[in-house]
């Protein structure tokens, strides 16, 4: 199980067709090639060449992923050289799921 953000504002959850996800199914979702980022309890999958497609910016899983990496680094933000901003569809499984 996921959470599917998507530009729209929406988030569903969706699930694997099998036990664990296919790459297939993943890159199925973010609409292209995947690319990885791993946090504390999650996993962010999004499509790698999003900005180059310039698909539209997903608000949501952008600030998912900004308030995620701030945590990680404990609040310290001169730490980080920049914040991601998102695009297209993003995936989000939990520490657990299986790939």
Known sequence: MANLYKPDGTVS??????AKWSLSELQELVQGDIEM????????????MAALKSLPIN???????????????SGNMGMLRYLPVLRGNVVVLTIGEKM
């Open 13 to 18: 959850i969706v699930t694997p067709k099998r």
């Open 37 to 48: 980022m791993p946090g504390i309890k999650t996993r962010v999958i999004f499509n790698e």
């Open 59 to 73: 608000q949501k899983a952008t600030y998912f992923v900004q308030q995620m990496l701030v945590t990680k680094v």
